[in-house]
T-cell receptor, first 111, second 116 residues
């Protein structure tokens, strides 16, 4: 079993829709949870970063962590065509020194 | 804005040839990572440095891959000889401090390697 599981999609939504992206994990030692956005042929860029459980909001993006269920989510409100990318979840333990990535979910927002 | 620099952006090489990638992390970042990302998959760690020391190279195919970070700043990843299965994006990332809270990793644009 992989440390981090993520549905690869692809996911296609109309502009303005609410998008929900999810990851599950098996290692209860994970404490730091990150979401990266990766455009085609580019390196991943950090979108959201959360420590332990709870919610974090940044503009149209909301990250949620449920450690009891080992489940994290990224919500995108009012999705835009420019949000079309692959979204990677990543997580690490208390030492924060090794990151485990999901396979990424490919998202297309249709104008 | 500070960023992780990688070169070259693209590299095509014949199998059995040697190839090298270079990375310059964000200034002051002590931790440097090399990841390999196969198309359609997430990044997988190859090697991690803390300053000039290797922290984790358990997933590095040491028969053909080598990495160094001699002065604890920039780093080079080498493959010799390259194999067809090495075709992938090679990503370098850096983070500010090992074990510190708020330790996000910032990525470079990557080097896309094609072995023919």
């Amino acid at each position: 079993q992989k440390e981090v599981e993520q549905d690869p999609g692809p996911l296609s939504v109309p502009e303005g829709a609410i998008v929900s992206l999810n990851c599950t994990y098996s290692n209860s030692a994970f404490q730091y949870f990150m979401w990266y956005r990766q455009y085609s042929r580019k390196g991943p860029e950090l979108l959201m970063y959360t420590y332990s459980s709870g919610n974090k909001e940044d503009g149209r993006f909301t990250a949620q962590v449920d450690k009891s269920s080992k489940y994290i989510s990224l919500f995108i409100r009012d999705s835009q065509p420019s949000d079309s990318a692959t979204y990677l979840c990543a997580m690490s333990g208390i030492s924060g020194n090794q990151f485990y990535f999901g396979t990424g979910t490919s998202l297309t927002v249709i104008p | 804005e500070a960023e992780v620099a990688q070169s070259p952006r693209y590299k095509i090489t014949e199998k059995s040839q040697a190839v090298a990638f270079w990375c310059d992390p964000i200034s002051g970042h002590a931790t440097l990572y090399w990841y390999r990302q196969i198309l359609g998959q997430g990044p997988e760690l190859l090697v991690q440095f803390q300053d000039e020391s290797v922290v984790d190279d358990s997933q590095l195919p040491k028969d053909r891959f080598s990495a160094e970070r001699l002065k604890g700043v920039d780093s080079t990843l080498k493959i010799q000889p390259a194999e067809l299965g090495d075709s992938a994006m090679y990503l370098c990332a850096s983070s500010a401090e090992l074990g510190a809270m708020g330790t996000e990793a910032f990525f470079g644009q990557g080097t896309r390697l094609t072995v023919v």
